[in-house]
């Protein structure tokens, strides 16, 4: 059951139509509580010149912490009041566009895009909104093909299109999931053609504004009196300098990754969303409900969001990246809380920093809370050991790395990586065995502490080889 809640508001209430029989409510939001500062070590690690972050109940921001500076040579201190981009964030904003729609009976998402669309590649024709809404379409990726330099770009649809157009679909649609940044380009050009108005415009006059959201907007061009972020990408070299980059353009993402906006109005969509303000409860369950592939496995993923869980407990969620910015956000419907957070640099990890509010909120969740057990297999722990230095330093054989951990140790990409993997690769002998996933029998929870500092780390041993390894400070 999705348990929407309705209440009353104490700032002011003004209803508005909203999906053709639901109301809305514009809200003057309460003043953002004092910032408090962000835990330095997990602030630094995220990479980037500063990060934001919050703690949002029924509409409102309730804690909010800071760290770093404004601008790319972190001057100045981190804005809270700032917009930031939110990238793929974005795709369940331009859902609920086309969901709305769906509800006034106006798009069919089991219908053809060709209904809508007659300026497209013939092989993407037959491919339904629904599968484009879930990532199973088929439909190639134009971000993975053209890279992130598009977005600093303002192509037509055809320029965009044409990054794509001479590859054949991915896969037969609904038989597999793929992340495709083209299938929510052509979901907000049929929210542009059935409502007759610009993608932008018809977010800010149909959601936003009746939201009292007016710090939110497509593209990352600020009207005034918003201030925006500015975003920032790594210089090449180490230690070279960071580098602006410009805001990215709504015509070269739309609804895939084109949202601006700030915690404080955040707060607001995440509370209208939640409530059932935004969509009817049916629509809801559209959206929230993980899409199944022609063999009945579940994707994990509805329209514009991830529905999964974080250490047992229920999570919607969704992450994004432009060319200048990192953003992350997650619901936790049984605790009626979310958290989010803005960092104003491609490639920055905030993970860390979301994780360390949920933990605030959650502090059961903790890893500090689990108590160590007899481990029992020392064997593939001094063999995890081993595949942390293959992985960390790429000492060979590495027979004890998997084809993509091969490829992780060897790879210029991973390098800054790689150089947060070595001192535990170095300190391999103070692994402490936790735990094994509860969920997944593959994963595998060890302790390890270097100078007084305690890391945790969650390792995926896969058929006698080392597949992956993730990083928590708790």
């Known amino acids: ?17 909203a999906a053709g029989h639901q109301a809305a409510y514009a809200q003057t939001p309460a003043p953002l509580p004092p910032a408090q ?31 770093g500076g404004a601008n790319c040579a972190g001057g100045g201190a981190a804005g809270v009041n700032a917009a930031y981009e939110i990238g793929s964030i974005s795709k369940h904003v331009a859902a609920v566009a086309l969901l709305r729609l769906w509800e006034q009976g106006r798009v069919d998402l089991d219908g053809p895009i060709s209904a809508y669309l007659d300026d497209i590649p013939t092989a993407w024709r037959q491919t339904t909104l629904r599968q484009l809404a879930t990532h199973t379409s088929g439909v190639p990726d134009y971000e993975e093909a053209g890279g992130y330099g598009v977005y600093e770009t303002e192509p037509t649809p055809a320029q965009v299109y ?10 037969e649609p609904g038989t597999r999931w793929s992340y495709s940044n083209t299938g929510y380009f052509l979901l907000s050009r049929i929210v542009e053609q059935v409502s007759g108005t610009n993608f932008g415009d018809y977010l800010r006059t149909e959601l936003f504004t009746p939201l009292g959201m007016h710090h939110s907007f497509m593209g990352g061009y600020a009207p005034a009196p918003t201030d925006m972020a500015q975003g920032c990408r790594p210089g090449v070299g180490e230690d070279a300098a960071r580098i602006p980059v410009r805001p990215i353009h709504e015509a070269s993402t739309y609804g895939a990754g084109g949202v601006s906006t700030t915690l404080q109005d955040w707060a607001l969509w995440d509370d209208a969303l939640h409530d059932g303000r935004l969509l009817s409860p049916r629509a809801m369950e559209v959206m929230l409900t993980p899409q199944r592939l022609a063999d009945g496995s579940s994707t994990g993923y509805g329209f514009g969001l991830f529905v999964d869980d ?32 803005f960092a104003n640099m491609y490639g920055a990890g905030v ?21 160590a057990q007899s481990d029992p297999d020392p064997a593939r722990t001094l063999a995890v050991g081993q595949a942390l230095r293959q992985a960390a330093f790429n000492e060979q054989p590495a027979d004890l790395l998997s084809d993509g951990m091969r490829r992780f140790a060897s790879g210029e990409q991973f390098a800054a990586a790689r150089a947060q993997l070595r001192p535990y690769a170095e300190h391999a002998g103070a692994l402490v065995y936790l735990r094994p996933d509860p969920l997944d029998g593959e994963r595998h929870l060890y302790r390890i502490t270097i100078d007084g500092e305690t890391t945790y780390l969650t390792v995926v041993w896969r058929q006698g080889k080392l597949a992956g390894v993730q990083r928590a400070d708790n």
């Open 162 to 171: 044409a990054i794509v157009a001479d590859r054949p679909l991915d896969f």
């Open 1 to 17: 059951m999705l348990g929407f809640k309705f209440k009353a508001c104490a700032t002011g209430v003004v209803l508005l139509l």
């Open 351 to 371: 993970g860390g920093v979301t994780r360390s509010l949920v933990l605030r909120t959650i502090p059961e969740l903790g890893y500090d809370r689990i108590a």
């Open 310 to 341: 974080f250490r047992g407990v229920r999570r919607i969620q969704h992450t994004g990246q432009t060319q200048g910015f990192v953003a992350d956000y997650q619901h936790y419907p049984e605790q009626d809380f979310s958290v989010v957070a």
């Open 37 to 67: 500062a962000l835990n330095a070590t997990v602030g630094e690690r995220s990479g980037a010149p500063g990060v934001v972050a919050a703690i949002l109940r029924d509409g409102a921001v309730t804690e909010v912490f800071a760290w």
